[in-house]
């Protein structure tokens, strides 16, 4: 799989989106759920997701949320940090949520639908401590069951095309478009141009086509 940013800079962005979470919460008071809300709508979740370097290693997790409030409200208000006494829940969720979203190339916007952050808070007494891959493997099973429709499918009707209509754009065969959204196929395997046309046609990113797979 192609992922946003190279590893290099993974646990520099995991430190950056744990310490936002818990800056957002036990200094200025925000409950998790808001401040995540707040954290995708201002479009900072999508570049961290992209790997822009100016957001996942150019500035702190105090800034990060600091600009994220300032997007949605129009307010600056640094404070100083509250610390906690070892690391807090919602710490380790951004710490955890930061691995996920790289591992699986998966949008903070996708993933909020499928896993609200406040399940994955509720892991936190069962996963903090466990091998991060415990928590994709968790996260994976829920998406799975959370999703009856494959991306291709969710994304296609979005977009409000019907299967010829999509199979006339990208010059797919209608017939290959329903096997892969009726998983007779996998799209994980399909020609990279077919992959191309689909995601050009329904204005994403090829990756977000992609179906989970449990890590081996």
């Known amino acids: 799989m192609i992922r946003a940013y190279s590893e290099l800079y993974l646990n520099d ?10 800056y957002a919460v036990y200094t200025l008071g925000y409950p998790l759920e808001d401040y995540h809300q707040m954290f995708i709508k201002s479009g900072y979740a999508g570049r961290f997701g992209r790997g822009n370097a100016r957001v996942i290693s150019g500035v702190s997790g105090i800034e990060l ?4 409030i300032e997007a949605c409200t129009g307010k ?5 940090r509250v610390y906690n006494n070892g690391k ?3 710490y380790w969720v951004g710490w955890a949520l930061g691995f996920y979203q790289w591992y699986s190339a998966c949008s903070f916007e996708t993933l909020q639908k499928e896993v609200p952050i406040s399940s994955m808070l509720l892991m936190y007494d069962k996963y903090h401590e466990m091998d ?3 928590f994709v493997d ?3 099973q829920i998406r799975q069951q959370n999703r009856a429709y494959t991306y291709l499918r969710m994304f296609r009707e979005k977009s409000g095309l019907s299967q010829s209509e999509l199979a006339k754009l990208t010059d797919i065969p209608v017939r290959t478009i329903q096997q892969y959204e009726q998983r007779q ?3 994980n395997h399909a020609r990279a141009e077919y992959v191309i046309a689909l995601a050009k046609a329904l204005n994403v990113q090829p990756v977000e086509l992609m179906e989970i797979e449990n890590p081996t």
């Open 138 to 140: 968790r996260v994976n």
């Open 13 to 22: 962005a995991r430190k950056r989106l744990a310490n936002s979470f818990d």
């Open 185 to 187: 196929k996998s799209i």
């Open 88 to 90: 807090s829940p919602e």
């Open 65 to 68: 949320t600091l600009r994220v």
């Open 76 to 80: 600056y208000d640094p404070r100083e």
């Open 132 to 134: 991060i891959m415990h």
